[in-house]
Nanobody, 123 residues
């Protein structure tokens, strides 16, 4: 069981920057992937930025819409994934949700989700 708690959301002006964080606790061994999704009203949840095998090597998977502006990072000492968001746009207002995947068996993978943190970008 992995417990995820996000923080750092808030209000920012368009063009501004914000860094959100997610602390993983519980059984944090062998996390296969960790990162961020976002969900805006009326829209499907979408992948934003994922780090695969964060504890053994960082393999980023960044959505095209945020590539070059958003940067995920993993701090192994604190079991924390951060998302540095630069040049934010109004349409990126959403609840940003932390996700972690962990292999229970070689063919069984469990996905964990945090409660999310609200990011509001004013135009």
């Amino acid at each position: 069981q992995v417990h995820l708690v996000e923080s750092g959301g808030g209000l920012v002006q368009a063009g501004g920057s914000l860094r959100i964080s997610c602390v993983a606790s519980g059984n944090t061994a062998d996390i296969g992937a960790v990162g961020w999704y976002r969900e805006a009203p009326g829209k499907r949840r979408e992948e934003v930025a994922i780090l695969r095998a964060p504890q053994r090597g960082h393999f980023p998977d960044i959505a095209d819409s945020v590539k070059g502006r958003f940067n995920p990072s993993w701090d192994n000492a604190s079991n924390t994934v951060h998302l540095q968001m630069n040049d934010l746009r109004a349409e990126e207002t959403a609840v940003y949700i932390c996700n972690a995947e962990q292999a229970i068996t070689p063919i069984s993978i469990h996905s964990y989700w945090g409660q999310g943190t609200q990011v509001t970008v004013s135009s």
